[in-house]
């Protein structure tokens, strides 16, 4: 079967980093996903990863390694409006979107 | 309105009720989706429409009853639900740019309708 696995809840500090991680095992890839969900919102639209390496956009950054079949959301400078659920999605081999179950970050003062 | 909307944002109602879930997209895009998310699971997909045509139907429940009258509008008629139909529906839409007619790009959401079944 397909799954998406991504921890269920982490707790950060305000102006620290934190990491959210995410494996997958699908019926093949085309590309991975990342999107915030704030409490009772709509998820946005965060990041794409269909190559391996790093992708940099502001304080948040995605990373995807294909042959581990990992990715990452890193982070930086977290600020209170950062709590929020993270979802990650992979896209297999008939361009289905697979949903991990979502992290929710906690960020503290 | 930008994006995507969805009416009513709350809704409560009994088993013998029949309601209705309006989205609305005004991103221009061509495909729309609807999903269910219950708590602590995935999102799991209900229906997708590409071009105003049914394209994925997986395995949901008579009692929801999709309606895409045109590409900016997408519809979940609700009937004799149960308690544990109680999530929320999330709408979303893309943009199908791919030559083969596959489901390619980004989705954006809508802000949900929060469903109680008593």
């Known amino acids: 079967g397909q799954n998406i696995d991504q921890p269920t809840e982490m707790t950060a500090t305000e102006g620290a980093i934190v990491q959210i991680n995410c494996t997958y095992q699908?019926?093949?890839?085309?590309?991975l996903f990342w999107y915030q969900q704030h409490a009772g919102e709509a998820p946005t639209f965060l990041s794409y990863?269909?190559l391996d390496g790093l992708e940099e956009k502001g304080r948040f950054s995605s990373f995807l390694s294909r042959s581990k079949g990992y990715s990452y959301l890193l982070l930086k400078e977290l600020q209170m409006k950062d709590s929020a659920s993270y979802l990650c999605a992979v896209r297999d081999s008939n361009y289905q979107l697979i949903w991990g179950a979502g992290t929710k970050l906690i960020i503290k003062p | 309105e930008t994006g995507v909307t969805q009416t009513p944002r709350h809704l409560v109602m009994g088993m013998t009720n029949k309601k209705s879930l309006k989205c609305e997209q005004h991103?221009?895009?061509?495909?729309m989706y609807w999903y269910k998310q219950s708590a602590k699971k995935p999102l799991e997909l209900m229906f997708v429409?590409?071009?105003?045509?049914?394209?994925e139907n997986n395995s949901v429940p008579s009692r929801f009853s999709p309606e895409c009258p045109n590409s900016s509008h997408l519809f979940l008629h609700l009937h004799t639900l149960q308690p544990e139909d109680s999530a929320l529906y999330l709408c979303a839409s893309s943009q199908d740019s791919s030559p083969s007619g596959r489901l390619v790009d980004t989705q954006y959401f809508g802000p949900g309708t929060r469903l109680t079944v008593l």
């Open positions: 429409y590409s071009l105003e045509e049914r394209v």
């Open positions: 699908t019926s093949g890839f085309n590309g």
């Open positions: 991103l221009g895009h061509n495909a």
């Open positions: 990863n269909v």
